[in-house]
């Protein structure tokens, strides 16, 4: 059974850290981009950051650029997002996704993407 699993959401204060971990079970991440999206309420499901599969080239939003850092560690099967001075506007749910490689740059639109998980909510607040 093909399955993405995110956790390490939960609460932090105006600029603290969290690190989401996003594992695959029943098939290998490290042959597919993989896609951070979160999505507030009343708000559309954004592009937060993803991971190419070709040489692990990565794209981040302007919102989150020298904040947040992917990565890799296909030894777990597993991707991160380190989110480093999370804000109140960081609150959202945030959903993990994979891509079959189209070209050597992971998209940012969460169409391309196939496979989701259920997502883990992430609360920035004092």
């Known amino acids: 059974q093909v399955q993405l699993v995110e956790s390490g959401g939960g609460l932090v204060q105006p600029g603290g850290s969290l690190r989401l971990s996003c594992t695959a079970s029943?098939?290998?991440?490290?042959?597919?981009?993989i896609g951070w999206f979160r999505q507030a309420p009343g708000k559309e499901r954004e592009g937060v950051s993803c991971i190419s599969s070709s040489d692990d080239s990565t794209y981040y939003a302007d919102s989150v650029k020298g904040r947040f850092t992917i990565s890799r560690d296909n030894a777990k099967n597993t991707v991160y997002l380190q989110m480093n001075s999370l804000k109140s506007e960081d609150t959202a749910v945030y959903y993990c996704a994979t891509d079959r490689p189209r070209s050597l740059s992971c998209s940012a639109s969460p169409d391309e993407y196939d496979d989701w998980g259920r997502g883990t909510q992430v609360t920035v607040s004092s």
């Open positions: 029943g098939f290998t991440l490290d042959y597919y981009d």
